[in-house]
């Protein structure tokens, strides 16, 4: 099973594209947007320290970042395949990241690219809400990604929130920070031609089957 990195911007779509990934091939899924909340959330001297540049839609620094990915990317649930979501999201990240591998020894694997408008991404921040506990992501909206019982979450029965970044001032910083610093990495991996470029759906299912497309004939 080949690694997948995700290079999508902000709800562009690639957490639930993970989850649906993850339960279809059992892929490790790092997500350094839930283990940074996760730190926030258990009020950590780390958390403390991101959780004002998380709320204004900046990134948080190089250092922290691939300390994080250092470790995870060791943990059994990794060892066949896991999938990046929100990692590497500079330059720097993903030389860094090329050589992390190196030492060790493991391939890159896929990127795979999710292309979707603006506005689109927008919409979607304003109507998600989340499982603070279990991660998973709903839309308050959309039919499909609706949780049964309104705030609760279909899995965990926990009450859903909404991201303190899931508004639209801090998703248009989100986006213009993701246009400055993540969206050249798409000429980084297009030149080392491990890059696939898939369209996200209104349906997380077409999306999904696009996503399955890639990695059978990969
Ligand atoms: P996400 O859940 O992927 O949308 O990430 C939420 C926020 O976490 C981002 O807006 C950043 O502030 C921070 N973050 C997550 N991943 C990274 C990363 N690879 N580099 C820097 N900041 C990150």
Sequence with gaps: MKNIIFLAPPNGGKGTLSEMLVSKYGYGHISTGDLLRDEINAGTKLGKEVEGIMKSG???TDDIILKLIANRITKPDCENGYILDGF????????????????MGRDLGVVIYIKIEKEAALQ??????????????????????????????DDCGSELIQRADDQEETFIKRFDEYMEKTMPLFDYYQSKGVLKTINSHTSKYDTFDEAVKVLEEN
Aim: proline letters at 6%; charged letters at 35%; a positive charge.
């Design 88 to 103: 590497p999201r500079t330059k720097v990240q993903a030389e860094k990241y090329d050589e992390l591998l190196e030492s």
């Design 124 to 153: 979607r921040s304003i109507s998600r809400i989340t499982c603070p506990k279990c991660k998973r992501i709903y839309n308050k909206v959309s039919s499909e990604m609706k949780p049964k019982v309104e705030w609760i979450c």
């Design 58 to 60: 900046k990134l948080v």
